[in-house]
T-cell receptor
Framework: ETGVTQTPRHLVMGMTNKKSLKCEQH?????MYWYKQSAKKPLELMFV???????ENNSVPSRFSPECPNSSHLFLHLHTLQPEDSALYLC??????????????FGPGTRLTVL | AQKITQTQPGMFVQEKEAVTLDCTYD???????LFWYKQPSSGEMIFLIY??????QNATEGRYSLNFQKARKSANLVISASQLGDSAMYFC???????????????FGKGTLLTVNP
């Protein structure tokens, strides 16, 4: 596989469920990101990891819990979500964190629906 | 703070014609980077082109070119010879350039939905 992959591509869950989103990058990058894309709103940066250390938590509710076990994998653990959390969740990676020329490459996203 | 404005919610173009997607930005940073991404209905955000604020020439990547007018704070995307597969949402984004610090924060616009008609 190449690039950035995300699983599952679609997820429907109830408000009391616990689920996890997985992201894997095959680019040898050191930084990984979670974004949320809601309808008619700009992309919102949620979390940033650099070399497995979290460097950004952009005021995200605690019902979203990220995990980065190594530089190739990023998880987003979900529990007791709300219907307004329904969105497309995009993962991205970049070579490094500190250069603006370090383009972020995105995965295909997980479309989450919370019932 | 940085801000990206894309004033065209939707655009239509005939196949094989060129189209320009508008993007204006606002920033107080002296150095910054500008990006365009394409998002088909499948959801994946595909990187198209990058322009640095100090680059002397406009960026080009195949059929994509970025019309960068620094004084006007605009970074329009030009797609030449449109193809049916170009139908998608297009997002303009920017980031800061710093020697140290949080360069990674991309600020996105709301996007433009491009439809290519046969």
């Amino acid at each position: 596989e190449t690039g950035v992959t995300q699983t599952p591509r679609h997820l429907v869950m109830g408000m009391t469920n616990k689920k996890s989103l997985k992201c894997e990058q095959h680019l040898g990058h050191n930084a990984m990101y979670w974004y949320k894309q809601s309808a008619k709103k700009p992309l919102e940066l949620m979390f940033v990891y650099s070399l497995e250390e979290r460097v950004e938590n952009n005021s995200v509710p605690s019902r979203f819990s990220p995990e980065c076990p190594n530089s190739s994998h990023l998880f987003l653990h979900l529990h007791t979500l709300q219907p307004e959390d329904s969105a497309l969740y995009l993962c991205a990676s970049s070579q490094e964190l500190t250069g603006s020329t370090d383009t972020q490459y995105f995965g295909p996203g997980t479309r989450l629906t919370v019932l | 703070a940085q801000k990206i404005t894309q004033t065209q919610p939707g655009m239509f173009v005939q196949e094989k014609e060129a189209v320009t997607l508008d993007c204006t930005y606002d920033t107080s940073d002296p150095s910054y980077g500008l990006f365009w991404y394409k998002q088909p209905s499948s959801g994946e955000m595909i990187f198209l082109i990058y322009q640095g604020s100090y680059d002397q020439q406009n960026a080009t990547e195949g059929r994509y070119s970025l019309n960068f007018q620094k004084a006007r704070k605009s970074a329009n995307l030009v797609i030449s010879a449109s193809q049916l597969g170009d139908s998608a949402m297009y997002f303009c984004a920017m980031s800061r350039i710093r020697i140290l610090g949080s360069n990674y924060k991309l600020t996105f616009g709301k996007g433009t939905l491009l439809t290519v008609n046969p």
